[in-house]
């Protein structure tokens, strides 16, 4: 599967596309996990999940609070336009709402375990079988699509990261993986990359911790409405209700609680023992290729960084 390298860019009328890695450079954006996307971190593996049901409800509740409005406001000047907009709103909702239940009711997907001191992917795949693949040959590309309608400019982007399987004797259908974020793509997608690629070639320090799993009452959306009340805060318990009325927060977070609390782990007897911390005069180390990109992008960015403040 040939890949442009990483730092090239291809820009068309409607699209753009920046490829990432390989080889893992430097993209210049911050750390920012914005799907919840760490499952697991600590000094060995980063786990990274592709389930977030949770951002699915905050894009729909959004919607339908909109439609239940608009039907409210509408529902003595003109009765026969607030049925028109419920019936409309409820069939616009239903089709992602369907999406979410259906995600609900399915087993959350395994995880993909990047191991730092291996510089190694393991990548499940079904029948219980994985692949492990070596850390620079991975794929990384931020895709951007836009599109032009009366209602304005539409953008959407995806980050999408490929694996190949190492098995060279591998059938045609089963030597590429690939999956994809629904982050927006640019910069944001990036940001997300660098997540990864700040884990593997910085350390763990230079990522954000894990957001899944059991909140803390103090941290939850009930939990900090009622301290921030406590408090006096009523800017913050302002925000807090916002936050639960119109973009969904409280159920997102139950919904992702419930299926995320204790997220899926990777149990093949195999990977544990790969997953166990190794002496660090084991640790495998970057390609002298590798060094001479990083260090070269760092040059770049270090210039462009001059140049914006000079």
Excluded at 116 to 131: A, F, K, L, S, T
Excluded at 173 to 180: A, E, L, W
Aim: hydrophobic letters at 40%; charged letters at 20%; one cysteine or more.
């Amino acid at each position: 599967m040939s890949t442009p390298p990483a730092g090239t860019t291809k820009k068309r009328l409607f699209s753009r596309n920046d490829y990432l890695a390989p080889l893992p450079i430097p993209t210049g954006e911050k750390p920012c996990d914005v799907l919840n996307t760490i499952w697991r971190k600590n000094e060995v593996f980063l786990d990274i999940g592709n389930y977030s049901i949770g951002s699915a409800v905050m894009v729909m509740w959004p919607t339908m609070m909109l439609f239940l409005g608009l039907a409210f406001a509408f529902r003595n000047i003109s009765p026969d336009l607030s049925v028109f907009i419920l019936v409309g709103g409820g069939i616009i909702i239903g089709v992602p709402a369907l999406f979410i239940v259906q995600g609900l009711l399915r087993d959350v997907p395994l995880p993909v375990r990047f191991n730092r001191q291996r510089r190694e992917v393991c990548v499940p795949r079904e029948n219980g079988e994985y692949w492990l693949v070596p850390w620079e040959s991975v794929t990384a590309a931020a895709t951007q699509h836009s599109s032009v309608s009366q209602a304005g400019k539409a953008t959407m982007g995806l980050l999408i990261i490929g694996f190949e399987n190492p098995d060279p004797h591998a059938e045609e259908d089963n030597k590429h993986f690939s999956f994809g974020f629904n982050c927006g793509g640019g910069t944001t997608a990036m940001a997300l990359w660098e997540c990864m690629r700040s884990y593997m070639e910085i350390g763990p320090d230079a990522v954000p911790n894990s957001r899944v799993g059991i909140t803390p009452y103090e941290k939850s959306q009930i939990g900090s409405l009622i301290i921030d009340l406590l408090k006096g805060d009523l800017i913050g318990v302002a925000w807090g209700i916002f936050c639960i009325t119109i973009l969904g927060t409280y159920f997102a977070e139950k919904l992702q609680n419930l299926k995320l609390s204790y997220p899926p782990d990777l149990l093949y007897p195999d990977i544990i023992e790969w997953s166990n911390p190794l002496p660090p005069e084991q640790w495998a180390k970057r390609s002298s290729e590798l060094e001479e990109a990083i260090a070269k992008r760092e040059a770049e960015l270090a210039a462009q960084t001059d140049q914006a403040l000079a």
